[in-house]
Nanobody, 121 residues
């Protein structure tokens, strides 16, 4: 059993900052990658940022230079530091982790419950 819990969402004015955290717990052997997607009503869930166990990062063009993803694999945690927030960043943010479970045979993807980020003008 794996549990994924997100925190850090909220409401902020344009230009402000938020820091999202996502922590996984349970029967985890190892994590190969972690990241964040975001979704607005009626739209697809889009990748925001990701980081691998080797610290290779990717970012959506819309957040480059403003968002920073970081990880602590020992603590099974991924962070998303969001600076210079824009109203267009308003969405539900979901963290995800690709991991191996104890006594499992394959790689699985787990998702957080989602956290709302609202940026006002």
């Amino acid at each position: 059993q794996v549990q994924v819990v997100e925190s850090g969402g909220g409401s902020v004015q344009a230009g402000g900052s938020l820091r999202l955290s996502c922590t996984a717990s349970g029967s985890i052997t190892s994590i190969t990658a972690m990241g964040w997607y975001r979704q607005t009503p009626g739209e697809d869930r889009d990748l925001v940022a990701s980081v691998t166990a080797g610290d290779s990062t990717t970012y959506a063009d819309s957040v480059k230079g403003r968002f920073t993803i970081s990880s602590d694999y020992a603590r099974r945690t991924v962070y998303l530091q969001m600076d210079s927030l824009k109203p267009e960043d308003t969405a539900v943010y979901y963290c995800w982790l690709k991991l191996y479970i104890r006594y499992g045979a394959g790689l699985y993807t787990y998702w957080g419950q989602g956290t709302q980020v609202t940026v006002s003008s």
